[in-house]
C-alpha cells in the first residue's frame, strides 16, 4: 500500500486514508473473513479432537443430555464473550466483566428488587450492566484512561459495591419465572442456550453487516484512520462498553437463573476466560480484526474441556493446565495460518 | 448498532431522561432488608446450679468480618448468648477480615482486663502471639475452631469435626443404601475447595465411613464453596453418570447451586446429604419434596457453648454433669445428621446463607 517515494507526511497521510477506506470496503471484509475461516477450522480441528477424546474416554459424552449440558455451561460465558469480542475489535479490552454479572446478579435479586416481580428484575440486571458499561466507555473515550485500568478499576468497584449490597450472603431468588429460564426447554433445548444463540447471531449480523460493526473494525484497526475517515471515536468507543455491558446484564440474568440467586461471588475469573476464548478464537488482542463464530468457538472449546475432565472424574487443577496448554498452541497455530494465509 | 444520523440535541436529551429514569428505577432496588434472622437459641442448660447468676464477668470477643452465612451466626449467637445471662458483659470489637486489625483488637480487649477472650482468628497461626500474650497477663482465652498453633495460646479449644462430618454423611449414605438393598451404588461427591485442609478431612472421613459399609466413592468434583462453582459442577457431574445412587455435597451454600444443577438435569434418581447446617438447607430437609434428605452439621452455635465455657472458665465452675471441677481443654463438637424426623429440633439452629 505505501510504496510511494514522497516525504514521509504525505506518504503517511495517503496511507492512512488508504486503510480507512479499505478497512470499510467490501473487498477487505471477505478476505477478512477467508483468514479467519482457516483460523475457526483450527478450533473446529480442536473440537473434533477433544469430541474423539470424550467418545474413547466416556461412554455418556456423546449424549444428547451431555452436549446440551455442555451448551448450557457455555452460555453464560457465551454471551459476555459476544461482548467482549466487540470490545477487543475495537481495541479496548474489559475486565470489569466477570464482578459487573455479580453486581447486576445482586442488584437484581435484593428482596427491593425480587418484590416488583421478574420484569423488574430483568430490566435491573440490563440496566446495572449498561450503566457500569458506559461509565466504562467515558472513562476510556472521554477521561482518556487506558482500557486496562478503567476496566480494572471497575471491577474492584463493581465487587465492593456487590459484597456491600448483598452482606456477602447469597440471595436465594423467589420469582420462579426467572427461575424457569434454566429449566424451561424449548424444542428440548434450555432457554438460557436459545439466548446465547440469539445474542450471538445477533452480534454476528451487528459486527458483520452494519456500519456500527464496519466502524468497528475501523477504530480497532486504525484510530487515527478512523477518526480521519470522520468516525466518531470517542462516542463509538464509549458505545462499545455499552455493548458490553449489554452483554454482562444478559450474562447476569443467565446465572441468576442457572443457580437460582445472586451473589457477589458469582462470575470469577470470568473475564480472563472470555478474553482467552476470544483469543483463541482468533480475534487480535491489538484490535481490528476478529470474528463472533471464533469465540462461541472458543467458549465451546473451553467448556467442553471443564466436562470431559468432570466426566473422567479428573480434578479441576489438572483442568486449568490443559486450558493454558491449549491457549499458547491455538495462538501459535493461529500465528501459522496468518502467515500461510497472508 | 444505532443509526447515527439523528439529531444530536433530541438524542441526547432521551438518553439523559433515560439515564435519570434507570437511575431512579435501581436506587429503588439496593434495599436488602430480610427479614431479621432470630439467633439460634441453644437449649442452655439454664436450670442447674451453675446457671444462677454469679459475679459479673466481662467476655471480651473477636470474630471475623462475615463474609458468608456461616460467620454472621457465630457473632450473632454470640451476643444473643451473652444476653441471656444477667452475670455476662459482652465486649465484641469490631469484626475484621484483617490480620493486624484482629492483632489491634485483641490487644485493645487485654487492655480492658476482660476475664475471658473468646475469638475466632481470621488465621490461626497469626493470631497465635496475641492470644500467647493474653494468657500471659492472665486472661484466658478461649479458640473458636480455627486452632492456634500453640497450645499455650488458649486455654480451651471448642470447634467442629471436619473429618466427623464426612463420617456422619457416610454413615446415613451407608445406612440407607444398605436399607434400600442397593448393592454396588454409584456414590457421588461435591466437594469445597480442595487444597484446603478442612476439605481434605471431610473427604477423608466420607471415605472411611463408607469403607465400613462396603461402599466407595465413584465420582468426585470439588467445587469452590460458591453456588455458580456448585451448579457448573454438578451440571457436568451429572452427565458422568447416567445412574446415581447417592450424593454428598460438603457445603449447603454452594449446596444451592447444586440443587438447582439436579433440578435442570431433571433428575431424581438419588438422595443427596448436605453440610454445614444452613436454614435453607433444613427447609428443604423439611419439605421433603427434592433430592436433599439430610444435612451433617458444622454448628456455628459453637459461638453459644464459647460464650457459656468463658462465662464458667471466669466464674470459676466446670461443666456440672461432669466429675471434674474445672472447664476441658478441648472440645469437639459432634457433627449430628439432620433428617425430616428431627428436623424441627435443628431448624432454630441453621444459618441463613
Request: proline share 3%; net charge positive.
Amino acid at each position: 500500500m505505501s510504496d510511494q517515494v514522497t516525504p514521509p507526511p504525505v506518504a503517511e497521510q495517503a496511507r492512512v486514508e488508504a486503510d480507512a477506506a479499505a478497512t470499510a470496503a467490501a473487498p477487505r471484509i471477505t478476505l477478512l473473513t477467508r483468514v479467519s475461516e482457516v483460523r475457526n477450522l483450527g478450533l473446529v480441528g480442536v473440537l473434533a479432537i477433544l469430541g474423539i477424546i470424550g467418545a474413547i474416554t466416556a461412554d455418556t459424552f456423546w449424549t444428547r443430555s451431555n452436549l446440551l449440558t455442555i451448551l448450557q455451561q457455555a452460555s453464560v460465558i457465551g454471551v459476555i464473550s459476544v461482548g467482549m469480542t466487540f470490545v477487543i475489535i475495537g481495541g479496548g479490552i474489559d475486565l470489569s466483566v466477570g464482578k459487573v454479572m455479580a453486581l447486576a446478579s445482586v442488584w437484581s435479586t435484593t428482596v427491593a428488587t425480587q418484590s416488583y416481580g421478574p420484569v423488574v428484575m430483568v430490566l435491573c440486571a440490563l440496566l446495572v450492566g449498561m450503566g457500569a458499561g458506559l461509565v466504562n466507555g467515558l472513562l476510556i473515550a472521554y477521561g482518556q484512561l487506558v482500557p486496562f485500568i478503567a476496566t480494572l478499576a471497575m471491577l474492584a468497584a463493581a465487587r465492593g459495591l456487590a459484597e456491600r449490597i448483598s452482606k456477602k450472603q447469597t440471595q436465594l431468588v423467589t420469582q420462579d419465572a426467572i427461575n424457569n429460564l434454566a429449566t424451561t426447554k424449548p424444542l428440548g433445548i434450555s432457554l438460557l442456550v436459545w439466548i446465547f444463540a440469539v445474542v450471538a447471531v445477533v452480534g454476528w449480523i451487528v459486527l458483520n453487516r452494519t456500519t456500527y460493526g464496519r466502524r468497528t473494525f475501523a477504530i480497532g484497526g486504525n484510530l487515527e484512520a478512523a477518526r480521519l475517515a470522520g468516525i466518531h471515536v470517542r462516542r463509538h468507543t464509549a458505545s462499545l462498553y455499552v455493548l458490553s455491558g449489554l452483554c454482562v446484564g444478559i450474562a447476569a440474568i443467565m446465572i441468576t437463573s442457572l443457580t437460582t440467586t445472586g451473589s457477589s461471588t458469582h462470575g470469577d475469573l470470568y473475564e480472563l476466560d472470555a478474553i482467552a476464548a476470544v483469543i483463541i478464537g482468533g480475534t487480535l488482542l491489538t484490535g481490528g480484526r476478529g470474528t463472533i463464530a471464533g469465540s462461541v468457538l472458543g467458549v465451546l472449546v473451553f467448556t467442553t474441556i471443564s466436562n470431559l475432565f468432570i466426566l473422567n472424574n479428573l480434578q479441576t487443577e489438572t483442568q486449568n493446565i490443559a486450558k493454558g496448554v491449549i491457549i499458547v498452541i491455538a495462538v501459535l497455530l493461529q500465528r501459522r495460518g496468518r502467515q500461510t494465509a497472508t | 448498532m444505532k443509526p447515527t444520523t439523528i439529531g444530536i440535541g433530541r438524542r441526547e436529551m432521551l438518553l439523559g431522561a433515560a439515564g435519570v429514569g434507570a437511575a431512579t428505577v435501581l436506587t429503588a432496588c439496593t434495599g436488602n432488608s430480610k427479614k431479621s434472622t432470630p439467633p439460634a437459641t441453644t437449649a442452655a442448660a439454664v436450670g442447674n446450679a451453675n446457671s444462677a447468676p454469679g459475679k459479673t464477668v466481662t467476655i471480651g470477643f473477636s470474630a471475623p468480618a462475615a463474609d458468608h452465612g456461616w460467620i454472621a451466626a457465630i457473632a450473632n449467637n454470640a451476643s444473643a448468648e451473652a444476653k441471656k445471662f444477667s452475670d455476662v458483659k459482652l465486649e465484641a470489637v469490631q469484626p475484621t477480615n484483617d490480620i493486624a486489625a484482629q492483632i489491634a483488637a485483641v490487644e485493645t480487649l487485654i487492655n480492658k482486663k476482660a476475664d475471658v477472650i473468646v475469638m475466632l482468628p481470621n488465621d490461626g497461626k497469626q493470631l497465635t502471639t496475641v492470644a500467647r500474650k493474653a494468657m500471659n497477663a492472665g486472661i484466658q482465652v478461649i479458640n473458636l475452631d480455627r486452632i492456634f498453633d500453640s497450645p499455650l495460646a488458649y486455654r480451651t479449644w471448642i470447634g467442629g469435626d471436619n473429618y466427623g462430618m464426612g463420617v456422619s454423611a457416610g454413615d446415613y449414605v451407608g445406612t440407607e443404601l444398605k436399607r434400600k438393598g442397593v448393592s454396588n451404588p454409584v456414590i457421588a461427591e461435591v466437594a469445597g475447595i480442595d487444597s484446603l485442609p478442612l476439605t481434605q478431612q471431610r473427604s477423608q472421613g466420607f471415605r472411611d465411613s463408607l469403607a465400613k459399609y462396603g461402599f466407595r466413592v465413584g465420582p468426585r468434583q470439588a467445587a469452590q464453596f460458591t453456588v455458580a462453582s456448585g451448579q457448573q459442577v454438578t451440571a457436568n457431574l451429572l452427565q458422568s453418570a447416567p445412574r446415581i445412587d447417592a450424593m454428598w455435597n460438603h457445603d449447603d451454600d454452594q449446596g444451592v447451586g447444586v440443587l438447582a444443577a439436579i433440578r435442570q438435569a431433571g433428575r431424581s434418581e438419588f438422595f443427596m446429604v448436605g453440610g454445614a447446617g444452613s436454614a435453607n438447607a433444613m427447609r428443604e430437609i423439611k419439605a421433603d419434596k427434592g433430592v436433599l434428605k439430610a444435612t451433617v452439621l458444622y454448628p456455628p452455635t459453637m459461638a453459644s457453648s464459647a460464650i457459656q465455657l468463658a462465662r464458667l472458665l471466669a466464674q470459676g465452675h466446670g461443666m456440672s454433669d461432669l466429675t471434674q471441677p474445672e472447664v476441658p481443654a478441648f472440645i469437639t463438637l459432634y457433627s449430628a445428621t439432620v433428617t425430616k424426623e428431627n428436623v424441627d429440633q435443628y431448624l432454630p439452629l441453621g444459618f441463613e446463607s
